[in-house]
């Protein structure tokens, strides 16, 4: 049966397999709206004859683009892309990037955009750009035979690059995919599964702590950033995420500045509260006088814990974080032994 630490889990991870659905449908609509793309990078390129070419009407629409084409004779129109490199918005080199020829087939002329000659090219079919039109057909001569020239030309270019690299990107976001919704599906059926719920089982028993902590989370004040501060517990409660730390597992916690510039000019500062626990972490932003308020109040509940930063302590608990567990503890038990050493005395002075 449910109680509020396996309902919180249960519906932050149902929520994310649904977001994550939801963009998985997304990007796979996004591929269905290119399933001419999708089937030319597949198949192609296709082998096509001048009858197939003539018969084309408008070439957008034109089912196979991705083509090679096999003509009788090619020649040179002149013409040619240059491509202009900048750096700072001054030029610093330009070349030749492709030359456009003219192949015969068919008793008409197909353009080609391409840098290598021959009489077979592979490509993808694209309307004629006007100002290749302009130049082609400048002269009186050449406007008076445009019509033997096909009103689309040839663009030798990578046609499945674009290809591959959304192929690419989308093996990366299945990735990501995979490692967020499988983990989802696993809390949805099994609460018991989660990094918290687990954390939380070794503290004692879940159904009594669930009400516990529910009742903490209602009743608590200090809210930081997604955090909640009680009594006893961190609490972090959000539409898609849910996590529980226990305070007295508290081994460091300091504040951290950091100053924003924009092109060296501050304009103002990030202040965080980074708090390492025995079984996990939290890092909360808020305004520099709610942590100072946050951190004394854990200070005074956690007074074993170390506190402030310290660049060799941060090295030491990246590498030798059990021998900072084990400091911790015992600092713990001397403070818990000086405690009943005063209560005796009280009792004894009483």
Not at 116 to 144: D, I, K, N, Q, W
Not at 265 to 288: M, N, W
Request: hydrophobic share 45%; charged share 25%.
């Amino acid at each position: 049966m449910d109680n509020w630490v396996t309902e919180r889990v249960r519906t932050t991870a149902r929520r994310r397999l649904v977001l994550w659905s939801l963009v998985l449908a997304a990007v796979l609509a996004l591929f269905a709206l290119q399933g001419r793309y999708l089937y030319n990078f597949a198949f192609g390129p296709f082998p096509t004859s001048s009858e197939t070419l003539a018969g084309i009407g408008e070439v957008r629409t034109h089912a196979t683009p991705f083509v090679r084409v096999q003509g009788e004779q090619v020649m040179e129109t002149g013409i040619q892309e240059i491509t202009v490199r900048k750096r700072r918005g001054r030029e610093t080199s330009r070349g030749v990037s492709a030359n456009y020829y003219a192949l015969a087939t068919g008793g008409r002329f197909l353009i080609v955009k391409s840098n290598l000659g021959g009489t077979e090219f592979e490509g993808e079919l694209v309307p004629m750009p006007g100002r290749l039109s302009g130049e082609l057909f400048s002269s009186p001569e050449m406007a008076a035979n445009k019509q033997h020239f096909y009103p689309f030309i040839l663009d030798t270019s990578d046609y499945r690059s674009p290809g591959y690299a959304a192929l690419a990107a989308f093996a990366v976001f299945l990735f990501f995919f995979l490692r967020a919704a499988v983990p989802a599906v696993r809390q949805v059926r099994n609460p018991g599964l989660a990094p918290v719920t687990r954390r939380v089982a070794t503290w004692g028993d879940i159904s009594t702590l669930g009400p516990a902590l529910q009742k903490e989370f209602g009743a608590s004040r200090m809210k930081l950033s997604g955090w909640v501060l009680g009594e006893n517990f961190l609490v972090r409660s959000r539409w898609l995420s849910f996590d529980v730390l226990r305070l007295e597992d508290l081994l460091w916690a300091y504040k951290h500045v950091t100053r924003q510039r924009i092109y060296f000019v501050p304009v103002g500062s990030r202040v965080v509260a980074k708090l390492h626990f025995v079984d996990g972490q939290a890092s909360i932003q808020a305004k520099d006088k709610k942590l100072d308020e946050a951190l004394s109040i854990i200070h005074e509940r956690v007074p074993w814990a170390l506190y402030g930063y310290d660049e060799e302590l941060q090295k030491a608990l990246d590498k030798h974080r059990d021998e900072i567990v084990r400091g911790v503890a015992r600092r713990r038990q001397h403070w818990q032994a000086q405690m009943a050493d005063a209560e005796a005395a009280d009792t004894v002075a009483g």
